[in-house]
């Protein structure tokens, strides 16, 4: 990242009852570059309002996956252009 | 080795016959078939709906079945699961493992399937006959069935 | 719970639909199918010749899959062996173990077959491409398969 | 049995190429009383004739049956109806 973009827009999706908690199926959010993991990017929806805090906030039932690649809370975003949240799968 | 998800139901000898045809190495061919159930503690069940997360899902169900290929030196295999509103009796899921002989064929749809139920990005979504919707709990037994396998998890 | 011997090939689809017509609590359908190989160690095999013994067949596969039934809690099951002449392609055996969860159903199908392997009186004839007729000989390691599941053999 | 009939009718079957080294799928053999178990039967069988002794040469090579139930050869045959004589079973 340049100092000229101090941010980058990453799409965000939401599954299961986290998309019917946030409301959100899926958007585009300006990440700002000092957001470098997973749960960075957690704590920044977090914040973005009551809908979003309950979403997370029992952080064992939520999952990742960067580029639909599942991932940890500590993996990097640094190259990520989609990020989605979802509950432990349950298929088959 | 291929992958599909779909809101169509399967039909699981014509999916043999497409990947058996002209292949006459198989001698062993094992399949998996999930079905809704009904009765017991899901006694009350209309229907259920099955979410995905499109694009990932091909992706993890594909690299499944390449580790199962290259693991369990599989002739052919498939992986079909259905997504939308099923009723009690509705297929889910359907995995075929063909190989030579059947140690590899078995071992490879059980791979397969414990995989695909700690791994792939599918979500249930009960409807009670009193038309209450809950999303289904994910298995511990199911994180602890994969673990058998002892593949290094991401 | 039923077994049947036959020279007409199996429909895998229609024989899980009749097992499973009308039993919501059938979570769960594992399948074998054995076809006969060619190419590898059978690369000059024309055809297969599959001998068993009547009336001793029925009962010694009605008695494994009573075992099967009774050990693995199976919703439901069938065993379809095929007789006579086949070719490389051709079906040889179907086995189906329906439960109401995968673990049963996946273990109850492998154990019908190595218990099928080891005690059910069918003998294979191999024909080559030149004519010759040649008796397959049984293998030590599918004795060895079945003997993981700790039965007293008779 | 009783004194009056020291020998009775059991119906013996080959399989495989048993049945084609015997060039018998099925017979009625009289068996004395005296012939007590699988073994004993082979050993009556093997006595009449080159045919039916290279069936049974190799023992371990011989599976057998008393009225559709794998017999051992020590086995008794006083109430066996009918004896079937097979190599391992290769089916599936």
Same mark, same amino acid.
């Given at each position: 990242?340049?100092?000229?973009?101090?941010? /980058? %827009?990453?799409?965000?999706?939401?599954?299961?009852? &986290?998309? %019917?908690?946030?409301?959100?199926? %899926?958007?585009?959010?300006?990440?700002? @570059?000092?957001?470098?993991?997973? !749960?960075? &990017?957690?704590? &920044? &929806? /977090?914040? /973005?309002?009551? %809908?979003? @805090?309950?979403?997370?906030?029992?952080?064992?039932?939520?999952?990742?996956?960067?580029?639909?690649?599942?991932?940890?809370?500590?993996?990097?975003? !640094?190259?990520? /252009?989609?990020?989605?949240?979802?509950?432990?799968?349950?298929?088959? | 080795?291929?992958?599909?998800?779909?809101?169509? $139901?399967?039909?699981?000898?014509?999916?043999?016959?497409?990947?058996?045809? #002209?292949?006459?190495?198989?001698?062993?061919?094992?399949?998996? *078939? #999930?079905?809704?159930?009904?009765?017991?503690?899901?006694?009350?069940?209309?229907?259920?709906?099955?979410?995905?997360?499109? #694009?990932?899902?091909?992706?993890?169900?594909?690299? *499944?079945?390449?580790?199962?290929?290259?693991?369990?030196?599989? +002739?052919? +295999?498939?992986?079909?699961?259905?997504?939308?509103?099923?009723?009690? #009796?509705?297929?889910?899921?359907?995995? *075929?493992?063909?190989?030579?002989?059947?140690?590899?064929?078995?071992?490879?749809?059980?791979?397969?399937?414990?995989?695909?139920?700690?791994?792939?990005?599918?979500?249930?979504?009960?409807?009670?006959? $009193?038309?209450?919707?809950?999303?289904?709990?994910?298995?511990?037994?199911?994180?602890?069935?994969?673990?058998?396998?002892? *593949?290094?998890? +991401?």
């Amino acid at each position: 990242m340049s100092v000229n973009a101090p941010t /980058r %827009e990453i799409t965000v999706r939401y599954f299961a009852w &986290l998309r %019917e908690k946030t409301g959100i199926s %899926e958007e585009r959010v300006m990440v700002p @570059d000092s957001i470098a993991t997973v !749960a960075d &990017l957690v704590e &920044l &929806l /977090r914040a /973005r309002g009551p %809908e979003f @805090d309950a979403a997370f906030a029992h952080a064992s039932a939520v999952r990742a996956a960067i580029d639909h690649a599942h991932a940890k809370p500590q993996a990097s975003i !640094a190259q990520a /252009r989609e990020v989605a949240f979802f509950p432990p799968v349950t298929g088959g | 080795m291929s992958v599909r998800v779909q809101q169509a $139901d399967f039909d699981v000898s014509d999916e043999i016959a497409a990947l058996t045809r #002209g292949n006459e190495s198989i001698g062993a061919v094992a399949t998996f *078939i #999930g079905k809704v159930r009904a009765g017991g503690q899901e006694a009350s069940l209309r229907s259920m709906t099955l979410e995905h997360y499109p #694009g990932m899902t091909e992706a993890e169900l594909s690299r *499944i079945e390449a580790e199962a290929a290259q693991r369990f030196e599989l +002739s052919a +295999s498939l992986v079909v699961h259905r997504v939308g509103e099923l009723v009690p #009796g509705d297929n889910i899921v359907l995995v *075929i493992a063909c190989a030579p002989h059947r140690g590899n064929a078995f071992a490879a749809c059980e791979f397969l399937m414990d995989y695909l139920k700690t791994r792939a990005p599918f979500w249930k979504k009960e409807t009670s006959a $009193d038309g209450e919707g809950k999303w289904v709990d994910a298995r511990e037994s199911d994180e602890e069935t994969a673990q058998r396998w002892r *593949i290094a998890h +991401s």
